[in-house]
């Protein structure tokens, strides 16, 4: 049986600005995340917002394994300052068995070597920042548009008024669409209430039986075609 999103262990390893920020977003969406720095400051900065923060070297296969890290389903090494480790650790956690390890490169040249190694896809923050708002500023709708690398992305869109009133048993939404719901997101009633900016929150564990409401936004990772796919389903 396949694991939703939000039951998968994550390692975020190097907790810079762009670490940080992905290791913050997967643990607001339920996530369990395990943050990895050698420095101690980026751990203090992060340790409240995820499930488990460690600080070691990365690098040291010795201590990915003694860590757990070798036992997450999902690796993201986002050091950016150099690009060595970022290859040694994918190297170990890969030799390890972990299904899923994704990298982060700043030229051409590194992601040829991070594609070598066999990792799951390549990471460009700087690169995906400008997409990401190119498709927010187009495509009505979708927003919060985080690339985990070609072909496969975490997307937030309004859910389609035609999916309101259906049970997510009844939409088959994985598949329809190959894309996987990590969560719906639904208004405050509570910010309504006292006046608040409007807010949208996790509803908790999702159910065949969950019900999709108007106004709903929907947590998905796949395709952006799949996506368009699922917005067009009016």
Request: hydrophobic fraction near 40%; aromatic fraction near 6%; charged fraction near 30%.
């Amino acid at each position: 049986m396949m694991k939703r999103r939000t039951e998968l262990q994550f390692a975020i390893i190097g907790i810079g600005a762009f670490g940080k920020a992905l290791a913050k977003k997967l643990s607001e969406e339920g996530a369990y995340v395990i943050a990895i720095d050698n420095d101690m400051e980026h751990i203090e900065q992060i340790k409240d917002y995820v499930s488990d923060a460690i600080c070691f070297d990365g690098t040291d296969a010795e201590l990915l394994e003694e860590h757990g890290i070798t036992n997450v389903d999902v690796a993201i090494i986002s050091i950016g300052e150099t690009f060595e480790p970022v290859a040694l650790i994918a190297m170990h956690l890969l030799n390890a068995g972990v299904k899923e390890v994704y990298g982060r490169a700043s030229s051409y040249t590194q992601e040829q070597i991070l594609k070598q190694i066999g990792i799951t896809d390549v990471i460009h923050p700087e690169r995906q920042v400008a997409e990401r708002m190119g498709v927010s500023l187009v495509r009505r709708g979708m927003s919060d548009v985080f690339d985990l690398g070609e072909g496969l992305a975490m997307f937030e869109v309004e859910a389609p008024d035609s999916m309101a009133g259906y049970t997510l048993e009844e939409l088959q939404i994985r598949k329809r669409y190959q894309l996987n719901l990590i969560t719906i997101k639904r208004l405050s009633k509570t910010d309504q209430k006292v006046g608040l900016p409007e807010q949208y929150e996790p509803i908790g564990m999702l159910k065949g039986s969950t019900e999709i409401k108007e106004g709903d936004r929907l947590l998905l990772v796949g395709s952006k075609d799949d996506v368009d796919k699922l917005l067009d389903t009016n």
